[in-house]
């Protein structure tokens, strides 16, 4: 069949496609998701080419190289951007904090979101949140992960404070080691609460007997405390 009608490229239905080189794998993926959620990418294709140039990412000898960014990381990256449904998505907390860790360094905000939204799912642990909350600035993480392991009865392991780094496991450490749990008896109901002078007013009236006072700080009863105004206090310069 022949038409004398020129041939045009449909505007929503004919794909434009970009290659990456990344570590000794190509990706040729679509081009569109990259320009719609990366200010990043957006800003790199939008950059003008000498015509005397042969135009980086269009085909398999001229790739768009990404250095410092793993093979494996990437693929994840390319699983949330392009398969939005599971089974194709990334699992575990392994693979989508690879996707957070570049969505944030390339600014793709939907997925960074959904990145962080899948790894709450996941029930990443207290040192973790923290880890990543310095590393990927992931707000409302620290505060409540830092009270975590100040309520715990267990002592903050080598390794834990090796991850965290040494100024924010001494100030968890001073957090934990200064908590005074006392002990009151009030109308003949023990109750327990934290040391006033470190947590502010505590919950018992100020003519209650004290019965005992413990300054242990792996005293089971701290997994009742709030240590979140300690926390603020000793934390002040971070962003809680």
Not at 176 to 188: D, L, Q, S, Y
Not at 199 to 207: D, E, V
């Amino acid at each position: 069949m022949t038409t004398n009608e020129e041939i045009s490229r449909h505007s929503n239905f004919y794909t434009s496609t970009v290659t990456f080189l990344v570590e000794n794998s190509l990706f040729r993926v679509p081009r569109e998701p990259f320009e719609r959620e990366s200010e990043v990418f957006c800003d790199m294709f939008s950059l003008p080419q000498g015509d005397s140039v042969a135009v980086e990412g269009t085909n398999d000898e001229n790739p768009i190289r990404i250095d410092g960014t793993s093979k494996n990381d990437f693929e994840q990256l390319m699983k949330a951007l392009l398969y939005r449904l599971a089974p194709n998505l990334p699992h575990g907390i392994e693979q989508w904090t690879s996707v957070l860790k570049l969505s944030t360094a390339w600014n793709f905000e939907r997925l960074r979101q959904a990145a962080i939204d899948a790894l709450m799912e996941s029930r990443i642990g207290a040192v973790d949140r923290v880890v990543l909350s310095q590393r990927y600035y992931v707000k409302n993480w620290l505060l409540p992960a830092l009270n975590e392991l100040a309520k715990r009865a267990e002592p903050i392991t080598l390794e834990e404070g090796r991850r965290m780094g040494i100024v924010i496991a001494l100030k968890l450490a001073s957090v934990r080691e200064r908590v005074t749990v006392t002990t009151v008896r009030v109308a003949g109901i023990v109750q327990t609460y934290s040391n006033p002078a470190i947590f502010g007013t505590p919950n018992q009236p100020n003519n209650s007997s004290h019965d005992v006072a413990v300054g242990s700080c792996r005293d089971p009863r701290m997994q009742n405390c709030d240590f979140s105004s300690q926390i603020r206090s000793t934390f002040s310069g971070y962003d809680l």
